[in-house]
């Protein structure tokens, strides 16, 4: 019996591997969620920090001249009132503790050659103390006659201008940190027990056509029990730049709820 000899050819082949590029993703599928494709959810960019400054005394304003747009640094003196009337009583101050500092000196020593009672020299310490807590009021009123940036950022929009009297909790200036920025939007609730504290999704900005980066940072304190949504917070993840607060796009829901993480 003939041995039947069979002559396997290998031919050669390559498997490529799938490769994904930064702005492609590889979406899984829900079955169960039909619609999850077809939501929009709108998500806004907003500043982590802005503030509306006001002042804290009735005067007028002596220097401003910021507008809007205008970048200020942490510290910087934003605005300033007219303080006369306050700089001539602490000078008064000043020289009322300055009178009040030698009488107790003088009674220091005195007391020590029973010179004068007890009691006077007890008066002249408790005047000394009192001359120095009025110096200690008007200087905090002083520091309220000028209004400083408590952190770096750009002006939003001015309330006043120079020469303006306000009264004490007046706005006088919006500031807002563009540097500093996150991402806001409402998700309705069925998705809470995919969408975790650090989970990573991606946001398209209509105005810059381009998608970015996000990463969930937390959550609003409770479910709208009408609507069925939740507040949604979420910070940028690498650069933010040419993003600016009030721009606005939508969250990809298919990254955000996707149940397996893909690496970025």
């Known amino acids: 019996m003939g041995v039947l000899c069979m002559l396997v050819i290998l031919l050669p082949f390559s498997v490529k591997a799938e490769h994904h590029t930064e702005d492609e993703y590889a979406y899984e599928e829900y079955p169960d969620d039909p619609d999850a494709e077809d939501v929009g959810i709108r998500a806004e960019i907003v500043a982590r920090q802005q503030v509306t400054l006001a002042g804290e005394m009735a005067g007028k304003i002596v220097h401003f001249s910021l507008r809007e747009g205008d970048w200020v640094q942490?510290?910087?003196?934003?605005?300033?009132?007219?303080?006369?009337?306050?700089?001539a009583q602490k000078r008064r101050a000043l020289a009322v503790l300055k009178s009040a500092r030698h009488k107790a000196d003088v009674n220091a020593r005195l007391i020590e050659y029973r010179a004068i009672s007890k009691l006077e020299h007890h008066l002249a310490t408790i005047e000394l103390e009192r001359s120095q807590a009025e110096l200690e009021v008007i200087e905090a009123k002083l520091r309220t006659c000028f209004v400083t940036a408590p952190f770096s950022g750009r002006v939003e929009k001015?309330?006043?201008?120079?020469?303006?009297y306000v009264r004490p909790g007046d706005p006088l200036v919006d500031l807002i940190n563009e540097n500093a920025l996150e991402i806001t939007f409402v998700m309705p609730s069925k998705y809470l027990a995919r969408v975790a504290q650090g989970k990573r999704f991606r946001v398209r900005i209509d105005e810059m056509k381009k998608?970015?980066?996000?990463?969930?940072?937390?959550?609003?304190?409770?479910?709208?029990?009408?609507?069925?949504?939740?507040k949604v917070f979420a910070t940028l993840v690498g650069t933010s730049k040419g993003l600016k607060p009030g721009m606005s796009g939508r969250v990809e829901m298919k990254s955000l709820i996707k149940k397996r993480e893909q690496p970025y």
């Open 158 to 164: 001015a309330h006043i201008r120079a020469h303006h």
């Open 74 to 87: 942490k510290g910087e003196m934003v605005a300033q009132f007219r303080c006369e009337s306050e700089e």
């Open 211 to 230: 998608r970015y980066k996000a990463k969930v940072k937390g959550f609003g304190a409770r479910i709208d029990p009408v609507s069925q949504t939740i």
